[in-house]
């Protein structure tokens, strides 16, 4: 079952270097729609073979499709405003459960081949959506197609294109390609002088171009930016959710035997879905810190009753259930979500790419860890002591949230880079 489990993630990890690559090569808008092709392609395989190797390649190359996640985050971070950026960046989540829903209902009530030939309409559908939609109006500057750009802020801001907001929008972008970083970080200035080198409108066009690897080894905060995302991620994903999606089903048999197995599925679905809209309508009022810190403790206290509960038994079987989709709506409610926002707002564009790429592939490896290690942990020290450990890395996530990340809340790329120099300002101060 953990073999199975992890197939879509080893599909995610091979395919997901080349979204940074697709992203700044291509574009996000055909980017997305280019990674849309792989569950076509799977969902057509599945419904015109009985191979059962087939049906494994298929599920496989559909993890290619999957990677694309850090395409939408991308390309929704980029033309959303600061202000909603939170609360749309994290559609990428809720609608993977609300798809999630979906399918889990098709697959009750409908037929074999009906569902298939539905999800590979639905495939077909999402890249015919995506056609009239205009570029992301940030990597139409980076290539310096200001009239194109003006167009797209105007489509998505619903303004003229000739308005004020668009150029203002225009200047905003052009700051963040332009980052003075180095001068802040080379400079004795003090914090508002740092913030006012950053407000400036004149932007310094670059003499000669850098590729993203470049742009990072030299960008101090984009460095910490990376490390704070990759942290985020992995611990967030150690926290055992991904056990209990692949996992439901037999602890469900045992908790409420006389339930359906699919019913339990869509449960624990709109449990997910649920929670991942709160989360959204709470991003952009409590912070990113407050939600991660808060959900991540409540996750673990949740981990350890469940754990007690394997071992001991100290609860009715139903209990078990009950527990289970109150983890997963209170780790569903930010812990979840929020390493995917920060994901898509930290980075400056030049390297947007590539830190959601690496990002992205911190997401399948410890998903394929998490899995693997979890039956020699429950061989070894049992199944409630699986969720003693997960529990540690609850708790080991609230720490990190609460001390050492900043808040992003309803801030520019640009101004997000600042905090993340200031941290540095202040370790260069201690030294």
């Given at each position: 079952?953990?073999?199975?489990?992890?197939?879509?993630?080893?599909?995610?990890?091979?395919?997901?270097?080349?979204?940074?690559?697709?992203?700044?090569?291509?574009?996000?808008?055909?980017?997305?729609?280019?990674?849309?092709?792989p569950f076509v392609i799977s969902w057509a395989l599945i419904a015109a073979t009985t191979s059962f190797y087939t049906v494994l390649f298929a599920v496989?190359?559909?993890?290619?499709?999957?990677?694309?996640?850090?395409?939408?985050?991308?390309?929704?971070?980029?033309?959303?405003?600061?202000?909603?950026?939170?609360?749309?960046?994290?559609?990428?989540?809720?609608?993977?459960?609300?798809?999630?829903?979906?399918?889990?209902?098709?697959?009750?009530?409908?037929?074999?081949?009906?569902?298939?030939?539905?999800?590979?309409?639905?495939?077909?559908?999402?890249?015919?959506?995506?056609?009239?939609?205009?570029?992301?109006?940030?990597?139409?500057?980076?290539?310096?197609?200001?009239?194109?750009?003006?167009?797209?802020?105007?489509?998505?801001?619903?303004?003229?294109?000739?308005?004020?907001?668009?150029?203002?929008?225009?200047?905003?972008?052009?700051?963040?390609?332009?980052?003075?970083?180095?001068?802040?970080?080379?400079?004795?200035?003090?914090?508002?002088?740092?913030?006012?080198?950053?407000?400036?409108?004149?932007?310094?066009?670059?003499?000669?171009?850098?590729?993203?690897?470049?742009?990072?080894?030299?960008?101090?905060?984009?460095?910490?930016?990376?490390?704070?995302?990759?942290?985020?991620?992995?611990?967030?994903?150690?926290?055992?959710?991904?056990?209990?999606?692949?996992?439901?089903?037999?602890?469900?048999?045992?908790?409420?035997?006389?339930?359906?197995?699919?019913?339990?599925?869509?449960?624990?679905?709109?449990?997910?879905?649920?929670?991942?809209?709160?989360?959204?309508?709470?991003?952009?009022?409590?912070?990113?810190?407050?939600?991660?810190?808060?959900?991540?403790?409540?996750?673990?206290?949740?981990?350890?009753?469940?754990?007690?509960?394997?071992?001991?038994?100290?609860?009715?079987?139903?209990?078990?259930?009950?527990?289970?989709?109150?983890?997963?709506?209170?780790?569903?409610?930010?812990?979840?979500?929020?390493?995917?926002?920060?994901?898509?707002?930290?980075?400056?564009?030049?390297?947007?790419?590539?830190?959601?790429?690496?990002?992205?592939?911190?997401?399948?490896?410890?998903?394929?860890?998490?899995?693997?290690?979890?039956?020699?942990?429950?061989?070894?020290?049992?199944?409630?002591?699986?969720?003693?450990?997960?529990?540690?890395?609850?708790?080991?996530?609230?720490?990190?949230?609460?001390?050492?990340?900043?808040?992003?809340?309803?801030?520019?790329?640009?101004?997000?880079?600042?905090?993340?120099?200031?941290?540095?300002?202040?370790?260069?101060?201690?030294?």
């Amino acid at each position: 079952m953990s073999l199975l489990g992890s197939i879509v993630n080893i599909g995610g990890l091979i395919a997901t270097p080349l979204c940074g690559y697709a992203v700044d090569k291509i574009g996000r808008k055909y980017s997305a729609m280019l990674f849309g092709l792989p569950f076509v392609i799977s969902w057509a395989l599945i419904a015109a073979t009985t191979s059962f190797y087939t049906v494994l390649f298929a599920v496989g190359l559909s993890g290619f499709g999957a990677a694309g996640q850090a395409v939408s985050t991308v390309y929704i971070s980029e033309i959303a405003q600061d202000s909603i950026r939170g609360a749309l960046t994290s559609s990428t989540v809720y609608g993977f459960f609300f798809g999630l829903l979906m399918s889990y209902t098709f697959g009750g009530y409908m037929s074999y081949y009906s569902v298939l030939y539905t999800h590979l309409a639905l495939s077909v559908l999402y890249i015919l959506m995506l056609i009239p939609l205009k570029e992301s109006p940030c990597y139409l500057l980076m290539l310096e197609k200001e009239k194109e750009a003006a167009e797209s802020i105007a489509f998505y801001q619903r303004v003229d294109v000739s308005s004020k907001e668009v150029e203002l929008e225009i200047q905003k972008i052009k700051l963040q390609l332009g980052s003075k970083e180095d001068k802040i970080l080379k400079s004795d200035a003090d914090t508002q002088e740092a913030e006012d080198l950053l407000k400036k409108t004149s932007v310094e066009s670059n003499e000669k171009k850098e590729t993203a690897w470049q742009f990072l080894k030299r960008s101090r905060s984009s460095q910490r930016a990376l490390i704070a995302v990759f942290t985020v991620m992995s611990l967030t994903i150690l926290m055992g959710s991904i056990v209990l999606q692949v996992y439901a089903e037999p602890l469900f048999k045992e908790a409420v035997p006389t339930m359906h197995p699919n019913t339990c599925s869509i449960l624990m679905a709109v449990t997910y879905l649920t929670a991942a809209l709160l989360c959204a309508s709470m991003l952009d009022k409590f912070g990113r810190k407050a939600l991660l810190t808060v959900t991540s403790i409540l996750t673990g206290i949740s981990n350890i009753i469940l754990g007690t509960q394997l071992n001991l038994h100290w609860a009715p079987h139903w209990f078990t259930a009950f527990i289970i989709y109150g983890s997963s709506f209170v780790y569903n409610l930010g812990a979840a979500i929020v390493p995917f926002v920060l994901t898509a707002e930290v980075f400056l564009p030049q390297v947007r790419g590539l830190g959601n790429s690496v990002a992205m592939a911190t997401m399948w490896i410890m998903n394929w860890v998490t899995l693997i290690i979890f039956n020699p942990i429950v061989e070894w020290w049992g199944l409630g002591s699986a969720f003693y450990f997960f529990s540690f890395m609850c708790f080991l996530s609230a720490a990190y949230g609460q001390f050492c990340l900043p808040e992003t809340k309803g801030l520019s790329a640009d101004e997000i880079q600042l905090l993340f120099l200031k941290e540095k300002r202040n370790d260069t101060q201690k030294v």
